[in-house]
């Protein structure tokens, strides 16, 4: 009796070890057997300059690093998945006032893209149309030793973006 207690408790406790874990990188809007990904250059809607292959890189390197997928940049119909991307928006606002300079000393990059990743057979996998992000940077009224930081802020907001939308991708959250 005490044996039978003991691995109905064991089994018991198996069970809900699992409960709710995954392993990383197990992809719920993969299809299985993908082993493809093509993430073509974002569109754009927007009159900023290589926002659009900041976030596209940043988008294929995080994939690249997180999955065993082979990531190609081409959307040549031979890929099992395909990521488009279509940065709608992307607006840049003084965040902080200098009263002694009468300028803005922080700035905040909004971005809003549209997301959409199909299977080869044009299935919608996964789709965000209203992706927002954001990503502070600051400026310097001391022209001599001024260095425009907003490139940086830039790729910044790629990377956190492609962070975040990767594990919504693999994770399913």
Do not use: W
């Not at 659009?52 to 890929?79: H, M, N, P, W, Y």
């Not at 299977?119 to 149309?129: A, F, I, P, T």
């Amino acid at each position: 009796m005490r044996k039978s207690l003991i691995a109905l408790m064991a089994a018991v406790a198996f069970s809900l070890a699992g409960c709710g874990y995954h392993t990383l990188g197990s992809a719920t809007h993969l299809p299985a057997g993908a082993r493809t990904l093509a993430v073509p250059v974002f569109a754009t809607h927007t009159e900023a300059y290589h926002t659009e292959t900041a976030l596209t890189e940043a988008v294929i390197r995080e994939f690249a690093t997180r999955t065993k997928l082979r990531v190609t940049a081409t959307s040549d119909g031979d890929s099992d998945v395909t990521l488009h991307g279509t940065i709608l928006k992307q607006t840049v606002t003084p965040l902080t006032y200098n009263t002694a300079t009468e300028q803005s000393s922080s700035f905040l990059i909004t971005v809003v893209v549209s997301v959409t990743l199909t299977g080869r057979d044009g299935q919608v996998l996964y789709e965000n149309k209203n992706y927002t992000y954001r990503e502070q940077f600051q400026s310097s009224s001391n022209l001599p030793t001024y260095l425009d930081e907003s490139p940086a802020a830039e790729q910044r907001l790629a990377r956190s973006f492609a962070r975040a939308l990767v594990a919504d991708v693999l994770e399913g959250l």
